[in-house]
Nanobody, 123 residues
């Protein structure tokens, strides 16, 4: 059984910062790519940022968050983080952690999702 648990829910003022964390636990053989997605009310879920497992981690970002958000991971702790700076009201959404995880049952990896954490940017 694999679980992803996000933390960092909060209400932040425009221009503020917030750090989201996601911890993977369970019978994990290895973790491939990790990512953060978000879903705003009435909109589809979208990729915010992703990071590979290779080396120091190759990252990619949605254009709307480039230069403001930073994704990172700690492989020893099976964790991924999203540092969000200069937050804007349009960043308000439920943020989901995603990871491709290899287990004994699925050794090539499959996608797992956290339950999501609400980030509200408002004055």
């Amino acid at each position: 059984q694999v679980q992803l648990v996000e933390s960092g829910v909060g209400l932040v003022q425009p221009g503020g910062s917030l750090r989201l964390s996601c911890a993977a636990s369970g019978s994990i053989l290895g973790i491939n790519g990790m990512a953060w997605y978000r879903q705003a009310p009435g909109k589809e879920r979208e990729l915010v940022a992703g990071i590979t497992s290779v080396g120091v981690g190759i990252t990619n970002y949605a254009n709307s968050v480039k230069g403001r958000f930073t994704i990172s991971r700690d492989n020893a702790k099976n964790m991924v983080y999203l540092q969000m700076n200069n937050l804007k009201p349009e960043d308000t959404a439920v943020y989901y952690c995603n990871a491709n995880i290899a287990t004994m049952r699925v050794y090539y990896g499959m996608d797992y999702w956290g339950k999501g954490t609400l980030v509200t940017v408002s004055s």
